[in-house]
């Protein structure tokens, strides 16, 4: 093989034109007959018996050309790479084919995108607001209250029905006295005050006693789908069982049973320490990010369009496996969200642009700040990764490349750099709220996404 020409093009982009030596391309060409002959019926010949030169006469040289390429090509790019020692970004494209004839040898030309050339400005001492964290009483007793929920039983009793009871109850609707579909159920379970019903059906079971059986005239939401909108309707209701909900007492006993700790206290004040852990980790995630917003406009790159799609096409991976464990698709979700897939694309290239433009910032500031990753750290990470996401240490060492896991931590340390340089303004609601609405989703690093991977082939097998 020989690099005919390498020029660069518009976007970061080189194109390469490489010849393909007559002698290489009639190797790939008679691999491809010694595949293919067993398939091709020649009168006079037993299937795969008929020479190379008899087929061709007969079907025409081209009739291997196909697969030839399809062999060779991926040598055509590792001859480009090794030769050139190009800096790209994914796989090098292939343009055109020129080829006549096998003898003729071919001429493949190919495109590929470059990493770009990074220059960043003055990244230290950048300034963003960060609030103060804190811990209300109330918040501590609001969890308390929920996991005394969590842990209530739940008791039959003999007393007309009250907000927060869970009712037995049948029912059936209907429309100008005739049952309309999805309009009755028998013994269902419902807690009143919960709104799983439409607006006024709990309300009306409120008082109601056991055996007892009650109309109850009500009128569906406008909203609600086509055939009942609006519609005034009639739903008959019986009371079979009312059940309460026994709140555990709050003392030291509720601490035992539901925690590690022996006391209230004990167990109050690990909460409020978990509550502002999660605070302090929000507020720095919205600092980092108002932080990479500023970084993103010390850039000067040339962003090529394929580092773009790479990065959209991963984020749209991860968002379907993500809404998937919820039973939706994209287009569902699009609906959801009230957007065309052309509005969403947009957003998703948007997010996938800065994102790219995040990533080779610090990619540059790694560079500039000398950052290494040492073999103990590297082992740590794969230790912390598979705890975090449950998954096999070993599992994860073989998903997850060396390289993969260096560069996450750099981009890290990186991200650090700036974080620890930074200097707090003051805090504006306004500023905080503009910046969660504009920030892209963080990138999955690379033992998450594994992790992914992992989780969902492990539950396709089962």
Known sequence: MNLLKSEKKEN?????????APDELETSVNKAYLKNRGRIAVPGFRKGKAPRKIIERMYGVEIFLSDALDEILPQVVRFVMEETELDTVGY????????????????????????????????KGLSAPKPETSVSDEEVEKEIEAMRTRNARIETVERPAANGDTTVIDFEGFLDGVPFEGGKGENYNLELGSGQFIPGFEDKIVGMTVGEERDLDLVFPENYKEDLAGK?????VKVNEIKEKMLPELDDEFAKDISEFDTLDEYRASIKENILMSKEKEVDETFEGLLMDKLVDLLEAEVPDAMVAQQQNSAMDNLTRQISAYGMTPESYMQMLGVTPDQFSERMRESAEKQVRV?????????????????????KEYQEASERFKVELEELKESVAREDMVRDLKLKRAAQVVKDSAVVTKFEEESVSDTKEKKPAAKKPAAKKAASATKKQKTEKQ
């Open 359 to 379: 990533t080779l910032a610090l990619n540059k500031i790694s560079e500039l700040e000398n950052i290494e990753i040492s073999d103990d750290e590297l082992d």
């Open 12 to 20: 970061n982009e080189i194109e390469l034109i490489v010849e393909v």
């Open 232 to 236: 005034a309707v009639v739903f008959k």
């Open 92 to 123: 090098p494209k292939i343009s055109d084919v020129d080829v006549t004839a096998p003898s003729a040898g071919a001429k493949i030309t190919l495109i590929a995108a470059l990493y770009p050339e990074v220059k960043i400005g003055d990244y």
